[in-house]
DNA sequence: CCAAAAATTTAACACCGTTCACTTTTCAAA
DNA sequence: TTTGAAAAGTGAACGGTGTTAAATTTTTGG
C-alpha cells in the first residue's frame, strides 16, 4: 500500500516537514528584515542548528528557497486584492480598494515584494513554442487578469471609456502600482513621505489610486 | 604655483585619468549585458589587465564604482527629461512626452535604471537635522521638482483640475512611470509584451503616459 | 539484530570584496 | 644625473559566499 497519500504521514515526514518548515521560518525572519543580502545558507544552518549542507537536501538551491518565500508573499498579494474583488463595495470605489490593497500589501515586506520583481527574465531568443502561454497559471499571469476583468467591468458598467482596450489598461494599472509600490518602500526621501504617519501613507496611495482610475473614466 | 586647475593636466593626471577611465568603460560594459551580478572586481581587473587591488587606488570600493554609474546613467534620463520640459510642444502633449521620455530612456538600460533604485533606504531613526533637505542637489529630487513644476504648469494652463496639489501629483506620476519601466525591462512576460516589436512597446509607453495625464485633467 | 536507506556533517572548491605589506615606477629637486 | 620621496601597482592573505562529494551518523524495516 502506498501510504504517502494518507492524512497522518509518516512521523520521518513530519520531522522532515518540521525541518523543512524550520528552514523556510528562519529564513523568512531574515529575509524580512534584511532582505537578501543578509540571508546567507550559513547563517541560516546557525539559526536552526544545522550544518549548511544540510540544507541543500531540502532545497536545491538558495535562489529555490527564496523563490518560495517570494511566491508564498505574492499569493498572499493575491488574496487579498481577490477578496476586495468580490467584495459589496460600489464599483468606482472597489476598484480603487484594489489597487489600493495591491500597494498596501506590498508595503508590508517590501524586501520580499521587490526580490519578486528583482531579476531580469531574460530573453531566450526563439519563443518556447511547447509552452503557450502559461500565463494563467502564473502568479504575475493571475494578477494581471484580475486586474484585466476589473477593467472590463468598469467598462461594461459605463464607469470607463468604452474604447478601452481591457488588457493594456490592466497592465497601465499594474505597472503604476508596482511603481508606487516600489518607490514607498525603497526611496526613503520619495519626498516628504518618508516614514511619515501612516495615514499619511495611506492616504497618498488612496490618492494614487483615485488618479489612476480617473485616467479611465469616460 | 597650483596648476590643478590648469585645462591641461599634468601627464601623471591625464594618465590617471585614463586608467580611471578604463575601469568605469569596462565596468559600463559588463553592467549593461549583466548587471551587478556580472560585475566582480576581479573581473574588471583582468579586462582592463591590473591587479584587482589597483581599483582601489581609483575607488573606494565596488559601490562608489557601480553608483557612478547609476549616476550617470540618471544624470543622462534627466538631460533628456530637460529636453522634453522646453520643447515647444503644447501643453498637453509636451506633458506626455515627458512621461514618455523618463520610460525610454529608462529602458536603454534596465541594469543601470534598476540598480539606481535597487538598495531599501535604511530609516536613520532620527531626522537628520544637520542636512534639512538636500532634494534640490539630489538626482532624484531634481526628478522631482521637474515633474512638480511640469504639474503646476498643467494646473495654470487650466488643463488639470485646479485642486491639485503639484507634489503629490508629482510622486504619483513619478511612481506611475517608475512602475512601467521596472515591468517593462524586467517582466519579460508583462503579458503580451515581451520583445514584440519596438512600435508596440513605444506605443504603450503613450498609452500609459496618457492614461496618467488624464488622471490629472479637469 | 542487522543491513539498507535516509539524514547529516566535514572538508573542500571556486568564487567574492577588501586590505596590507611589499615592490616598482614616476618625478622633481639637489 | 643622481637621489629620495611620493605615487602606482602587485601578491598574498582574511573572512565571507554558494555549492558539492565523500564520509559518517541516524533511522528504519525485515
Known amino acids: 500500500m502506498d501510504t504517502s497519500h494518507t492524512l497522518e504521514a509518516s512521523p520521518a515526514e513530519r520531522r522532515r516537514r518540521r525541518v523543512r518548515e524550520a528552514i523556510l521560518s528562519a529564513a523568512e525572519r531574515v529575509f524580512a528584515v534584511e532582505g537578501e543580502a543578509g540571508l546567507s545558507i550559513r547563517r541560516l544552518a546557525d539559526e536552526i542548528d544545522y550544518s549548511p549542507a544540510a540544507i541543500y537536501k531540502y532545497f536545491g538551491s538558495k535562489n529555490e528557497l527564496v523563490d518560495e518565500l517570494k511566491e508564498a508573499f505574492f499569493e498572499r498579494i493575491l ?6 474583488r468580490s467584495s459589496t ?3 468606482p470605489a ?3 480598494s484594489c489597487l489600493a490593497t495591491y ?3 506590498a508595503l508590508e515586506k517590501p524586501h520580499h515584494y521587490a526580490a519578486a520583481f528583482s531579476s531580469i527574465e531574460a530573453d531566450t531568443e526563439e ?5 503557450p502561454a502559461d500565463h494563467h ?3 504575475k499571469g ?3 487578469q484580475y486586474l484585466s476583468e476589473l477593467v472590463k467591468e468598469g467598462i ?3 464607469h470607463f471609456r468604452a474604447e478601452l482596450k481591457p488588457d493594456e489598461a490592466a497592465k497601465a494599472l499594474w505597472a503604476s502600482c508596482h511603481g508606487l509600490a516600489m518607490m514607498m518602500s525603497h526611496i526613503s526621501d520619495f519626498p516628504a513621505m518618508p516614514h511619515e504617519p501612516p495615514q499619511d501613507r495611506d492616504a497618498f496611495i488612496d490618492y494614487h489610486s483615485d488618479l489612476l482610475i480617473r485616467g479611465l473614466e469616460a
Chains 1, 2 share one sequence.
Do not use: C, L, M, P
Open 79 to 84: 488574496g487579498k486584492i481577490d477578496d476586495q
Open 89 to 91: 463595495e460600489a464599483y
Open 94 to 96: 472597489r476598484a480603487r
Open 103 to 105: 500597494v498596501r500589501t
Open 127 to 131: 519563443h518556447n513554442e511547447t509552452e
Open 137 to 139: 497559471a502564473s502568479n
Open 142 to 144: 493571475r494578477a494581471f
Open 156 to 158: 461594461y458598467a459605463g
